[in-house]
């Protein structure tokens, strides 16, 4: 009898056991899926972000890309607590980048003050990333992708150099200088040089600093916006951005 009440006491227990390794694997995977949904959802706000300059309602159009990443970011920031490293790692990352994307969108439509309100609310995390995260992973559609330091770098000299402009807009152009030179390791295309180098100058000019950093920035302005392709050109002058000219 007592044979008997052992045996099914242990397959009871191999039956919670297995019912629990299932609960956790489930919720492993769901993390993962949520993970992933909310990647794609940023990609495709990331596609709007770039193209909201040319929208008639563009106001209207960066207010719903706003509200759509809030939604998007309240499943971060559950994900943020996962007992998971690598997902609660890579959805601050992410939770960083939605933030950076609509701050970056309030600032090409020229709603400054916005734009300003959330790019302070980020260095805390964009300093918070070095090299011992990375790689970062995650599943999106079935596939597995990674994301290196290197991409993040990339990330992170767009936000010095758009951060440097929000800074400059409001006048703060001493910090806004700062951000310029913590850019110049990481500018990797010429668009990036050419925004980069005209907020500098643009700074230099409001402070009446005319000198040898100056001159530096300015002959770096016009050799990246001479080595623009005709079309990063066409822009320049369709939306009035800064030329050559100032520099």
Same mark, same amino acid.
């Given at each position: 009898m $007592?044979? !008997?009440?052992?045996?099914?006491?242990?397959?009871?227990? *191999?039956?919670?056991?297995?019912l629990l390794c299932t609960s956790i694997l489930s919720y492993s995977q769901s993390e993962a899926t949520m993970l992933g949904e909310v990647v794609a959802t940023y990609n495709r706000l990331k596609v709007d972000v770039d193209n909201v300059r040319s929208k008639p309602n563009k106001n209207e159009v960066m207010d719903s890309i706003?509200?759509?990443?809030e939604t998007a970011m309240e499943r971060l920031r559950?994900?943020?607590l996962s $007992?998971?490293?690598?997902?609660? #790692?890579? &959805?601050?990352?992410?939770?960083? !980048?939605?933030?950076? @994307? %609509?701050?970056?969108?309030?600032?090409?439509?020229?709603?400054?003050d916005l734009a300003h309100q959330y790019f302070t609310e980020? /260095?805390?995390?964009? !300093? %918070?990333?070095?090299?011992?995260?990375? /790689?970062?992973?995650? #599943?999106m559609d079935?596939? @597995?992708?990674?994301? !290196?330091?290197? @991409?993040?770098?990339?990330i992170r000299g767009q936000f010095y150099v758009a951060f440097a402009e929000s800074l400059i807009v409001k006048n703060q152009n001493t910090a806004g200088l700062e951000y310029v030179r913590k850019a110049m390791p990481l500018l990797n295309t010429n668009?990036?040089? %050419?925004?980069c180098y005209y907020n500098a100058i643009n700074a230099k000019e409001k402070l009446n600093q005319y000198d040898s950093e100056c001159i530096q920035f300015c002959s770096l302005h016009m050799n990246a916006y001479y080595n623009l392709s005709k079309e990063s050109i066409d822009t320049? *002058?369709?939306?009035?951005?800064?030329?050559?000219?100032? &520099?």
């Open positions: $007592t044979s !008997n009440i052992n045996h099914r006491t242990v397959l009871r227990g *191999l039956c919670l056991v297995g706003h509200d759509v990443s559950i994900l943020k $007992t998971d490293a690598g997902i609660a #790692t890579t &959805a601050r990352y992410f939770y960083m !980048n939605f933030k950076f @994307n %609509y701050a970056f969108g309030y600032l090409t439509i020229g709603k400054f980020l /260095p805390e995390d964009m !300093n %918070y990333f070095d090299a011992s995260q990375f /790689p970062l992973r995650y #599943t079935g596939v @597995n992708y990674v994301i !290196n330091y290197d @991409n993040f770098s990339q668009w990036l040089k %050419y925004a320049i *002058l369709a939306y009035n951005f800064g030329t050559y000219r100032l &520099a």
